[in-house]
């Protein structure tokens, strides 16, 4: 059995780590948060020690290595600027890191956090999920087996609506967020990469506090993409059934189907850290500079080949701001 510790566990990301932790087996034996939101640790381990002082936390995990009680893993689910020095903080602890995406903001406190691997010994893992989900690695398989030169043409849409509340929050802060494109769509990019190959080009047609688009270029793809958090953007039809998100990956005029599964891939990627497996740094690179590249590039507007949502024109509303 692994223990673990969390760090945000009032997150809304925190609930899918105690899941996974539970499921494979493990024990939550400390989780910190300064909000104490966290009732939902009742659902998975109501005797996990819970700290909303950083200080008190830290202690209590000093006790647990002078009582020779091993922490395995310390879980990084907080705010996304504060993943690099919660990673830190891990590796000198003493234990492996399971960090939710994304790992990092910038790409070169990656190079810093493989000194402090090596240093430490101990290893950093993410959470790249839709690589372990079935319908995108059936799509891998379709790509790698593809005729030599073989260039497929994508839409990628993703919009998952947030309320007035995501701009007061963290989220709503592009230096500690890293914006729409990092927050929402890291993963999203990681997939994209994974499946066609190395990134050429990366053109941005499109970057507000509430959506952001463009067109990148992969070895083996085109992809115009979209990503939101306004309800306004959502198609008619999925307003119409009371749905507040929407998935879509479209290749070459055929649908992906990738929304079912998604609750179960963090248990999945669990179970492949704790086999021997996971995603490390090195697998969050060209994701984490793709996200980086798009907040530092000027938008060239509607121009060239992009994507068709870019051209919604939204309502007067609260949400539509």
């Not at 903001?105 to 090596?118: F, G, H, M, T, Y």
């Not at 190959?197 to 047609?205: F, Q, R, T």
């Not at 969050?284 to 121009?303: C, F, H, M, T, W």
Request: with cysteine; aromatic share 12%.
């Amino acid at each position: 059995m692994k223990n673990y510790v969390i760090i945000g566990a009032a997150g809304y990301i925190a609930p899918r780590h105690m899941k996974a932790i539970k499921e494979t087996g493990g024990e939550l034996v400390a989780a910190y948060d300064p909000n104490d939101s966290v009732g939902i640790i009742d659902s998975y381990f109501p005797n996990a020690a819970f700290f909303t002082e950083f200080e008190r936390f830290d202690r209590h995990l000093e006790k647990l290595k002078r009582l020779g009680k091993k922490v395995d893993y310390v879980v990084v689910c907080s705010p996304n600027y504060l993943h690099d020095a919660h990673i830190r903080f891990g590796l000198r602890y003493g234990a492996d890191v399971i960090c939710e995406k994304p790992v990092v903001l910038n790409p070169w406190n990656l190079d810093a956090l493989e000194e402090i691997q090596k240093e430490t010994g101990k290893q950093i893992f993410t959470i790249l999920q839709l690589r372990l989900h079935k319908n995108i690695i059936a799509l891998k398989t379709k790509v790698d087996q593809a005729p030599k030169g073989a260039i497929f043409d994508l839409d990628l849409t993703y919009i998952t609506s947030r309320g007035l509340w995501y701009y007061t929050s963290w989220k709503g802060d592009i230096e500690k967020s890293g914006g729409i494109a990092t927050n929402i769509g890291v993963h999203f990019f990681d997939m994209l990469g994974w499946v066609f190959g190395n990134l050429e080009e990366n053109i941005v047609h499109l970057h507000t506090h509430d959506r952001a688009a463009g067109l990148l270029i992969f070895e083996k793809a085109r992809v115009r993409w979209f990503l939101s958090i306004n309800f306004g953007t959502l198609p008619d039809n999925i307003k119409a059934k009371g749905m507040r998100t929407y998935r879509s990956i479209k290749i070459d005029g055929e649908e992906i189907e990738f929304s079912d599964g998604f609750t179960e891939l963090h248990t999945r990627s669990y179970e492949d850290i704790i086999g021997g497996g996971g995603y490390g740094l090195a697998a969050s690179k060209d994701a984490i500079e793709a996200v980086y590249n798009i907040r530092q590039e000027e938008p060239v507007g509607l121009k060239g080949d992009y994507h068709l949502y870019c051209e919604k024109k939204l309502s007067k509303h609260p949400f539509n701001r």
